[in-house]
């Protein structure tokens, strides 16, 4: 081998250069393009979601020149592999090589884009904390991109599954068969946001909703990845899930995610 800088596994599993100070310079991983800002007159700053280290913002530079080597691969909805150098307070990003783009599957349709946009957001939100791991957070926003990109499903219930299964993930999933404030089991009727679900008849604050047993079930069957259940609910039902899912959600993100304004709920 030869005698260039040593490397080894950073904290995050990933492979770097070492510095003097013992701290890894350059690394690598791959992540998912949440959004890009412009910088200057070339440059981007590039927010991703990343395998092992989570959530990253990082400069792009010159990547808005017409000649730029990696432009194209930096834009959102784009599953990257990435080498990066560990700045100072932004992280540069060095090369960038296409996984797979999910972009051209989702702008040809409104609703498509409408809901990837609003997973992006959710996304960046959920996990807030800049290089705090979470794989599962990953890979579930990968799995989401890629069955919405495939128009195998209603694009809002891939939408609801993601959004439900990402609260879940961060400790938020809604009690749906069980009281949420006692415990106690039972098809309860009533659901309050901020109670965190469903509730029984003791224990129902005011301003409780009382959806429809089957759009509970819909809750229920896309929490729970069951399509076939999901794929069955017609119309009426979806539209009470979406709106009981964006009401949830929004309560649990202190800034909301502006985007599913945008959300085709009809």
């Given at each position: 081998?030869?005698h260039?800088a040593p ?13 003097d ?5 350059l690394y690598r991983?791959?992540?998912?393009v949440l959004r890009?800002?412009?910088l200057g007159?070339?440059?981007r ?5 990343t395998?092992?280290?989570?959530l990253?913002?990082?400069v792009?530079?010159g990547v808005?020149?017409?000649?730029s ?12 592999d990435?080498?990066?150098?560990t ?8 090369q960038a090589?296409?996984v797979r783009?999910?972009g051209?599957a989702?702008?040809?349709d409104?609703?498509r ?15 807030a ?10 890979l579930?926003l990968i799995?989401a ?9 209603d694009?809002r ?7 439900l ?13 069980e ?17 965190g ?8 604050p ?5 959806p429809a047993p089957?759009t ?12 076939d259940?999901?794929?069955a609910?017609?119309g009426k ?8 899912v964006?009401?949830y ?5 202190e800034?909301?995610?502006r985007?599913l ?6």
């Amino acid at each position: 081998m030869g005698h260039g800088a040593p490397t080894r596994v950073g904290r995050h599993g990933a492979v770097g250069t070492i510095r003097d100070n013992g701290e890894v310079s350059l690394y690598r991983d791959e992540g998912v393009v949440l959004r890009n800002q412009k910088l200057g007159e070339a440059d981007r700053i590039v927010t991703l979601l990343t395998r092992r280290t989570g959530l990253v913002r990082a400069v792009g530079k010159g990547v808005r020149r017409t000649k730029s080597r990696f432009g194209a691969r930096l834009e959102p909805c784009t599953h990257v592999d990435l080498q990066l150098h560990t700045g100072r307070t932004l992280d540069v990003i060095t090369q960038a090589e296409t996984v797979r783009s999910y972009g051209a599957a989702v702008v040809s349709d409104y609703s498509r884009y409408t809901a990837a946009t609003a997973m992006l957001e959710t996304a960046e939100k959920v996990v807030a904390v800049e290089k705090d791991p979470a794989l599962r957070q990953f890979l579930l926003l990968i799995g989401a991109l890629r069955t919405l990109g495939e128009g195998s499903h209603d694009s809002r219930l891939v939408l609801d599954a993601y959004l439900l299964r990402s609260l879940a993930v961060a400790g938020y999933a809604p009690a749906l068969t069980e009281c949420a404030r006692c415990g106690s089991r039972g098809e309860h009727r009533a659901f309050a946001v901020h109670a965190g679900g469903m509730v029984c008849s003791v224990c129902r604050p005011h301003g409780s909703t009382h959806p429809a047993p089957d759009t509970l079930r819909l809750m229920s069957a896309l929490l729970g990845g069951d399509w076939d259940s999901a794929d069955a609910s017609d119309g009426k039902q979806r539209s009470e899930c979406s709106g009981l899912v964006a009401a949830y959600l929004q309560w649990h993100l202190e800034n909301g995610i502006r985007s599913l304004r945008h959300v085709e709920r009809s």
